[in-house]
């Protein structure tokens, strides 16, 4: 085993740190150990074979954001950045680009997207900014159609929402919440039809239009439904693992109760609100 030399010590901490330095360390480490005299595991690794480490890292800082987990946010998002500094080094071996090219890359794109920050440029309300902002992220990528922008391997509600969000800055949208109900029973209703005419293709379609108009309707509300189904995921796992508690603590299996059983303990979590974010 390699012990690391004083350069790789860990870095002043507290108000006085400064950021550069401890990036400056983190990157240090990550090139030691895609060197030749690193860690072999490091060094087999691809842009595309740590996507799966990436992701996980990301869907780690939203549960500690969730969570209103302050130490482990700041764990997380240090690992997500390991994970950043982890591919602008190898995009570095490549003779690609640097840690450096994307951090002025990225400061010269916020800079040029707030001219009503950085320049004379005035605008009216947050409506406007979102329009500007998009308007120059399509002049700047040159892409042929506004919704080019929407990443494909985007969880399918949160494309959703983006592919929404789209179109609806350039006025392609709902007056007003009234017909987006409507357009939901609307939806709800076709699937109806479909499931009636045992239709497998048009039941795929309408519960996509149906999740699709939700989706919608979110947005309208002011609620991610990303966000939601995962409130109510956890809800529902909170729940079950109370029943399956409840059961062993009376000695029983889940195997041998009945869904009579269960739902009477269901119902005792949901009478007192537990799993719910906001019970009290």
Excluded at 116 to 134: K, L, P
Aim: hydrophobic fraction near 40%; charged fraction near 30%.
């Amino acid at each position: 085993m390699t012990t690391p030399g004083p350069s790789f010590a860990a870095p002043a901490s507290g108000p006085q740190a400064q950021p550069g330095e401890a990036l400056h360390q983190l990157a240090a480490i990550v090139e030691r150990l895609r060197s030749a005299q690193g860690c072999p595991w490091d060094r087999q690794q691809t842009p595309a074979s740590l996507i799966p480490y990436m992701l996980e890292e990301a869907y780690e800082v939203i549960e500690s954001i969730e969570a209103h987990d302050a130490p482990a946010l700041k764990e997380e998002l240090g690992d997500l950045l390991l994970h950043i500094v982890f591919q602008s080094c190898i995009a570095a071996e490549q003779q690609q680009f640097t840690l450096t090219d994307s951090i002025r890359a990225v400061v010269d794109k916020l800079i040029r997207r707030h001219p009503h920050v950085f320049s004379d440029v005035t605008v009216q309300d947050t409506a406007e900014i979102r329009q500007r902002w998009e308007a120059a992220k399509q002049r700047e990528k040159g892409r042929a159609s506004l919704l080019d922008g929407v990443p494909r391997t985007l969880p399918a509600l949160t494309r959703a929402r983006r592919m929404q969000e789209k179109a609806a800055s350039v006025g392609f949208d709902w007056p007003d919440i009234a017909p987006v109900w409507a357009k939901v029973a609307e939806e709800i209703e076709e699937l109806r039809v479909a499931q009636a005419q045992a239709d497998p293709e048009a039941i795929v379609e309408e519960f996509g239009d149906v999740l699709f108009s939700l989706v919608n309707l979110g947005r309208f509300l002011h609620v991610s439904a990303e966000d939601a189904l995962r409130q109510a995921i956890a809800k529902f796992e909170h729940r079950f693992r109370g029943i399956e508690q409840e059961l062993a603590r009376r000695g029983r299996r889940l195997e041998e109760a009945s869904l009579e059983e269960m739902d009477a303990i269901w119902n005792s979590f949901r009478q007192r609100g537990e799993g719910s974010p906001h019970a009290r």
